[in-house]
């Protein structure tokens, strides 16, 4: 039966050296209070130190040292605004070096205080796909040797590229390239794990855990099954308490015979259910909001690119969005009235609804199911998606995209190398330049201050996509506010050019190669560049 302890007490539970394991996303699943019991007894102690941490989601806080993205305030429904702060993995980097000496996940780039020990060399860090670190726990749960999978062949994660290494001083190799019935596949092996530390909403007596409030239903039992059938230790933190078996049973998410300690948080605030939110009821499923309350988008080159990745879709389609920019296609499809001609598909488990833009990423707004992150993978990896939408930050003549090293600034992948491994239309949305003075009217885009950051290179700086291994009967588009481009036969051809742009001066002249022009080079709609559209349900039916 579950002992239940202060966040302080669980603090000197854990051992030096110890592997750390997480679940969640963003905020959603972060246990606040016991990060900052883990900081503060570091601080006054030296212990516990050394800790190598495993975590498959960004779980971190975009708020902090981000003001010019507007999310240094965060508002809680009801309540008043407040710092967002270093909330999430950051408050181990608060500690500085030594707490966590290694660190892996699929996703290091918002946690800024630990990122900037990686980058300072300080800390071991590795970055993976986010399904194989979420589907690897179920792999040590039931004590199987690790993750045989295609997903990561021919990116930075393959051992060939760099074995998901981010910076100098990580030594240790975490991926083996190997051959099975004559094809390479790459090897993720197992490893014990000592220390589980989760979130839920609500324990009962006997440390059954339910999610009440949580919007996703994360890998918290594949964590803590993995930790106590490693001979280690679960702790979970919640916001309340109640009787023993007064949860419904299906309810219970991590059941009580798998958690060693729970620990209730004394500061409310310490569990807030996005990075935005400390809890929005149309995300876990409490209300449903009505879309009119969603605001629509403010014509500029990103509602464009939105608009262009949104003709993609078709009706019945299941469709998966990535964060940034892509994320606004969900907003289009509601403002188009087409939401419902689709379902919306997050890597978070989240399926239907209105999917939410940062700081809230992988929650929804009226999801119509939520699953565990481990189920949402298989369906991913399987091939269960039909389009997904995903950001573009580097691209090369190759068709290779980075979303996850820009010299000193380390994000990683998230599910990224995931989606596109087995999703049969992929779209790569982004402007062509970095830091552009665009205007949209009247029909067309002007190019008023020409960029200062080519996106478009010879060669990415780090694969997170890669172009030769993008299977023949994969659809992969590029779409910018200028032109959209497609990989045709591993050649970046470029099929459309918008109304207003020069394919010289715009397009050409601002990337680092010469793609091909297509001799049928089509003029993208017009339409998507006035303010009224209302056409999407043509291309959607």
Same mark, same amino acid.
Request: charged share 20%.
């Given at each position: 039966?579950?002992? !239940?302890?202060?966040?302080?007490?669980?603090?000197?539970?854990?051992?030096?050296?110890?592997?750390?394991?997480?679940?969640?996303?963003?905020?959603?699943?972060?246990?606040?209070?016991?990060?900052?019991?883990?900081?503060?007894?570091?601080?006054?102690?030296?212990?516990?130190?050394?800790?190598?941490?495993?975590?498959?989601?960004?779980?971190?806080?975009?708020?902090?040292?981000?003001?010019?993205?507007?999310?240094? /305030?965060?508002?809680?429904?009801?309540?008043?605004?407040?710092?967002?702060?270093?909330?999430?993995?950051?408050?181990?980097?608060?500690?500085?070096?030594?707490?966590?000496? /290694?660190?892996?996940?699929?996703?290091?780039?918002?946690?800024?205080?630990?990122?900037?020990?990686?980058?300072?060399?300080?800390?071991?860090?590795?970055?993976?796909?986010?399904?194989?670190? &979420?589907?690897?726990?179920?792999?040590?749960?039931?004590?199987?040797?690790?993750? &045989?999978?295609?997903?990561?062949?021919?990116?930075?994660? =393959?051992?060939?590229?760099?074995?998901?290494?981010?910076?100098?001083?990580?030594?240790?190799?975490?991926?083996?390239?190997?051959?099975?019935?004559?094809?390479?596949?790459?090897?993720?092996?197992?490893?014990?794990?000592?220390?589980?530390?989760?979130?839920?909403?609500?324990? =009962?007596?006997?440390?059954?855990?339910?999610?009440?409030?949580?919007?996703?239903?994360?890998?918290?039992?594949?964590?803590?099954?993995?930790?106590?059938?490693?001979?280690?230790?679960? %702790?979970?933190?919640?916001?309340?308490?109640?009787?023993?078996?007064?949860?419904?049973?299906?309810?219970?998410? &991590?059941?009580?015979?798998?958690?060693?300690?729970?620990?209730?948080?004394? =500061?409310?605030?310490?569990?807030?259910?996005?990075?935005? +939110?400390?809890?929005?009821?149309?995300?876990?499923?409490? %209300?449903?909001?009505?879309?009119?309350?969603?605001?629509?988008?403010?014509?500029?080159?990103? *509602?464009?690119?939105?608009?262009?990745?949104?003709?993609?879709?078709? /009706?019945?389609?299941?469709?998966?969005?990535?964060?940034?920019?892509?994320?606004?296609?969900?907003?289009?499809?509601?403002?188009?009235?087409?939401?419902?001609?689709?379902?919306?598909?997050?890597?978070?488990?989240?399926?239907?609804?209105?999917?939410?833009?940062?700081?809230?990423?992988?929650?929804?707004?009226?999801?119509?199911?939520?699953?565990?992150?481990?189920?949402?993978?298989?369906?991913?990896?399987?091939?269960?998606?039909?389009?997904?939408?995903?950001?573009?930050?580097?691209?090369?003549?190759?068709? #290779?995209?980075?979303?996850? *090293? +820009?010299?000193?600034?380390?994000?990683?992948?998230?599910? +990224?190398?995931?989606?596109?491994?087995?999703?049969?239309?992929?779209?790569?949305?982004?402007?062509?330049?970095?830091?552009?003075?665009?205007?949209? *009217?009247?029909?067309?885009?002007?190019?008023?201050?020409?960029?200062?950051?080519?996106? +478009?290179?010879?060669?990415?700086?780090?694969?997170?996509?890669?172009?030769?291994?993008? *299977?023949?009967?994969?659809?992969?588009?590029?779409?910018?506010?200028?032109?959209? !481009?497609?990989?045709?036969?591993?050649?970046?051809?470029?099929?459309?050019?918008?109304?207003? %742009?020069?394919?010289?001066? =715009?397009?050409?002249?601002?990337?680092?190669?010469?793609?091909?022009?297509?001799?049928?080079?089509?003029?993208?709609?017009? #339409?998507?560049?006035?303010?009224?559209?209302?056409?999407?349900?043509?291309?959607?039916?």
């Amino acid at each position: 039966m579950a002992k !239940f302890i202060t966040a302080r007490e669980a603090a000197r539970l854990i051992p030096d050296g110890a592997t750390v394991g997480l679940a969640g996303m963003g905020l959603s699943g972060w246990p606040e209070e016991l990060g900052l019991a883990i900081r503060d007894s570091y601080r006054e102690t030296g212990h516990p130190c050394n800790l190598n941490l495993k975590q498959g989601s960004a779980m971190g806080d975009w708020g902090y040292g981000n003001q010019f993205l507007g999310w240094d /305030k965060v508002k809680r429904p009801g309540g008043p605004e407040q710092n967002a702060g270093a909330r999430g993995v950051s408050r181990f980097g608060e500690a500085g070096p030594g707490l966590v000496t /290694k660190w892996c996940g699929a996703h290091v780039g918002s946690a800024f205080a630990m990122r900037d020990l990686a980058v300072q060399n300080k800390l071991q860090c590795h970055c993976l796909p986010q399904g194989v670190i &979420i589907n690897l726990w179920r792999e040590i749960a039931a004590g199987r040797p690790g993750l &045989i999978t295609k997903v990561g062949l021919g990116t930075f994660v =393959d051992p060939r590229l760099g074995g998901g290494k981010m910076n100098d001083c990580t030594t240790d190799e975490l991926v083996k390239l190997i051959e099975f019935n004559g094809e390479e596949y790459l090897f993720y092996p197992s490893f014990k794990l000592d220390v589980a530390l989760l979130r839920g909403t609500i324990a =009962d007596e006997n440390g059954n855990i339910s999610f009440a409030h949580e919007s996703i239903i994360n890998e918290g039992l594949a964590v803590a099954s993995a930790a106590h059938n490693s001979g280690g230790i679960v %702790i979970v933190q919640v916001e309340y308490i109640t009787k023993a078996e007064t949860l419904p049973p299906k309810d219970v998410r &991590i059941p009580g015979t798998l958690v060693d300690y729970v620990v209730q948080a004394k =500061d409310p605030m310490s569990s807030w259910q996005t990075e935005g +939110f400390y809890w929005e009821p149309a995300f876990s499923g409490q %209300i449903r909001k009505p879309l009119s309350a969603i605001e629509p988008l403010v014509l500029d080159e990103r *509602k464009v690119i939105a608009r262009r990745c949104a003709m993609e879709v078709r /009706k019945g389609n299941t469709v998966n969005l990535g964060v940034g920019m892509s994320a606004d296609v969900g907003n289009i499809m509601a403002e188009e009235n087409q939401i419902d001609k689709v379902t919306m598909f997050s890597e978070s488990g989240m399926i239907g609804g209105v999917p939410s833009a940062l700081p809230s990423f992988g929650s929804s707004y009226n999801p119509e199911a939520v699953i565990d992150q481990g189920s949402a993978f298989d369906v991913i990896n399987g091939g269960g998606l039909d389009i997904t939408v995903l950001g573009l930050g580097e691209c090369d003549e190759e068709g #290779n995209i980075n979303v996850s *090293k +820009f010299g000193t600034r380390l994000t990683g992948p998230g599910g +990224f190398i995931d989606i596109c491994s087995s999703t049969p239309v992929v779209i790569f949305c982004g402007t062509l330049v970095g830091k552009a003075a665009l205007s949209v *009217k009247d029909g067309k885009v002007t190019v008023e201050r020409e960029g200062t950051i080519r996106k +478009f290179v010879k060669h990415v700086e780090q694969i997170t996509f890669s172009g030769k291994y993008a *299977k023949p009967d994969q659809r992969i588009l590029y779409v910018t506010e200028r032109c959209v !481009f497609q990989l045709i036969d591993g050649k970046m051809t470029i099929v459309e050019i918008a109304p207003g %742009i020069d394919l010289k001066r =715009d397009i050409l002249d601002q990337i680092d190669f010469l793609p091909v022009v297509a001799e049928n080079l089509q003029e993208m709609n017009p #339409n998507i560049f006035c303010e009224e559209w209302g056409r999407l349900g043509d291309y959607i039916k």
